[in-house]
């Protein structure tokens, strides 16, 4: 019996205990119950909030569409009346010089008929002299066919101009899916090459103001940033972003050759004057030259700095001349491990081009300059700038026009500027 007791009280104790943690549990699931009220009041107020907030995306998203249809039609028209303005001065432009070119025919055409003194005939030559050269050539041939028939070569010997000033543009076509990044004409100005953005290096067919596309050279697995041809426009080279450079044959378009080694984007690649080697110039801060006939690179420059662009002055000894981020100039003997000579300009430098003749360096840089170099002297001789000339990105150009008379540079306002 007292056994019975003491379980009896012993389960009465557990019975109260369990009372108890059955209040604190209730109590505890109240205050719980209060609390997913408030955060269920919460969630609503917020999917109140999300839904207006949609709302006012989608207005703002229709607002944007309406302000970018309302932009390109804004772009549009204005482009069409920078168009019509372009034409009117052009057709402007054009009625002058015709009215020049009727003139000065009509005054070349008198003085050839009249009789000139011989010390007059001399002025009269030496004001000649700043014609055109057809025109020169005609009207001397006819004065001195006219005192002495026998000779109707007399005048073969005054040089006509290579270049003249176009005032509005030949030709203009769609060459590529987005930027087109570099260009450059064949030797003979029979062909021209443009490398994109879209990987593509096309050839163009030149004739009659026109540019027929010849083919597309393909394998390029990023953009192209230059184009070379050889002297016998029998391949052409083309240096890329992903860190290579390609031949392609020029009349079959297929790829000879595929130099890979550099370990950044390759900026440029020329051709040396024996056509079987090509050096090309890399943001990895090296020049490599390579031999065609191994297919194998056979010298590697460390130059110490990105070449932005490069070209090779000929000889029996030719030298590289390269331009870098570093704002210098170098020149390499190809037969040297080291630099023969630099010069330190004011700005990166972009571009390099040599005149016709080969004895003058044109360098265009991120201060927007362009500068002279005599390579006689290694001395720069001239600078070149202009009121809103801008120098816009690491790989613009510069070149010297085919008879040398000439330089032009792109501004990144979209300018030429020649001098």
Known sequence: ????????????????????????????????????NQLTKEN???????????????????DVKKLKSENRDLVDRWMAQKALDADKVNSKNEAEAHKRQAKVQDELEDAA???TPVSGAAAAFAKLKDMPGSILRRITRKRESQSNPENDDVVEHIPRFAAI?????????????????????????????????????????MGAGKAF???????????????????????????????????????????????????????????LPDGAKIVTGSHDRTLKVWDLRNKSCFRTIFAGSSCNDLVV?????????SGHFDKRIRFWDIRSESSANEISLQGKVTSLDLSPDRTLLLSSSRDDTLKL??????????????????????????????DGEYVAAGSQDGTLYVW
């Open 373 to 402: 170099i005599d390579l006689r002297m290694n001395q720069v001789t001239g600078t070149f700038s202009a009121d809103g000339l801008k120098i816009g990105t690491d790989y613009s150009r510069a070149c010297f026009s085919p």
């Open 165 to 205: 000033l176009p005032s509005k543009a030949s030709c203009k076509f769609d060459a590529h899916d987005g930027e087109v990044v570099s260009c450059r004409f064949s030797p003979t100005g029979r062909y021209l090459a443009t490398g994109g953005a879209d990987r593509k290096l096309k050839l163009w067919e």
């Open 313 to 321: 002055s000929g000889g029996s000894g030719p030298s590289i001349i």
């Open 113 to 115: 008929n009249e009789e």
């Open 213 to 271: 596309e010849k083919g597309v050279f393909s394998g390029s697995n990023a953009g192209l940033t230059s184009a070379e041809f050889d002297r016998q426009e029998k391949v052409i080279v083309g240096s890329s972003n992903d860190h290579s450079a390609r031949v392609w044959g020029v009349t079959d378009l297929r790829c000879r050759h595929t130099l890979t080694g550099h370990s950044g984007k390759v900026m440029t690649a020329k051709f």
């Open 1 to 36: 019996s007292s056994d019975l007791d003491d379980e009896i009280k012993k389960l009465s104790d557990v019975l109260s205990a369990v009372n108890a943690d059955k209040s604190q549990l209730q109590s505890e699931c109240g205050a719980l119950r209060t609390v997913i």
């Open 44 to 62: 609503d107020l917020l999917k109140d909030e999300q839904q207006a907030l949609q709302l006012a995306y989608l207005k703002l998203d229709e």
